[in-house]
């Protein structure tokens, strides 16, 4: 059965304090790992796509890295305004649809 | 704006309503989506539709019924809901079943059963 885990269920850093967040994931047939974000009260914001093992992409304090088995969102320095929930999620299987794991709610105190 | 818009932002209902959400895409996507998202759990796929066409129906009960009348508008019809029912009822769109980029979200319906 597919499935997508995230780790942890929730972060608390300071400000400028670096960290990373996990989702490993099993699934028939990769076809794309997608990160989101989601703001309270809001639907999720499309972040990141990864296809491939060893693929990494960026934006802003962002990094995001995909292994066979789990991706990584590396954030560093965070600011306040990175506090949000952020969702793994991965397309696989016969369907094809995305399938998510419970989040990481991140907090980040100035 | 995301491109994704979905009314009402909140809705209360009792046990005996009949409502209806409604999701409206102007991205000239060709697949919707309908998700239940509750607390401390993922994100849980209800329907897709492809081209208008239902494609598939995640053993979604029966008092939940999808309508979409066309590849920009689609409806989630709401009668004899349980309390259990209450969560954040997002639409997604994408270009196809395939995108790269993943689904475009709605904002959500928070719905509350009392």
């Known amino acids: 059965e597919d499935q997508v885990t995230q780790s942890p269920e929730a972060l608390r850093l300071q400000e400028g304090e670096s960290s990373s967040l996990n989702c490993s994931y099993t699934?028939?047939?990769?076809?794309?790992l997608f990160w989101y974000r989601q703001d309270p009260g809001k639907g999720p914001e499309f972040l990141f796509t990864?296809?491939?093992a060893g693929e990494e992409k960026e934006k802003e304090r962002l990094k995001a890295t995909l292994t066979k088995k789990e991706s990584f969102l590396h954030i560093t320095a965070p600011k306040p305004e990175d506090s949000a929930t952020y969702l793994c999620?991965?397309?696989?299987?016969?369907?094809?649809?995305?399938?998510f794991g419970k989040g990481t709610k991140l907090s980040v105190k100035p | 704006e995301t491109g994704v818009t979905q009314t009402p932002r909140h809705l209360v209902m009792g046990m005996t309503n009949k409502k209806s959400l409604k999701c409206e895409q102007h991205?000239?996507?060709?697949?919707m989506y309908w998700y239940k998202q509750s607390a401390k759990k993922p994100l849980e796929l209800m329907f897709v539709?492809?081209?208008?066409?239902?494609?598939e129906n995640n053993s979604v009960p029966s008092r939940f019924s999808p309508e979409c009348p066309n590849s920009s508008h689609l409806f989630l019809h709401l009668h004899t809901l349980q309390p259990e029912d209450s969560a954040l009822y997002l639409c997604?769109?994408?270009?196809?079943?395939?995108?790269?980029?993943?689904?475009?979200f709605g904002s959500g319906t928070r719905l509350t059963v009392v």
């Open positions: 997604a769109s994408s270009q196809d079943r395939g995108a790269v980029w993943g689904y475009t």
């Open positions: 699934v028939s047939g990769l076809r794309g």
């Open positions: 990864l296809y491939s």
């Open positions: 999620a991965v397309r696989g299987g016969s369907q094809g649809n995305l399938i």
């Open positions: 991205l000239g996507h060709n697949a």
């Open positions: 539709y492809n081209f208008k066409e239902q494609t």
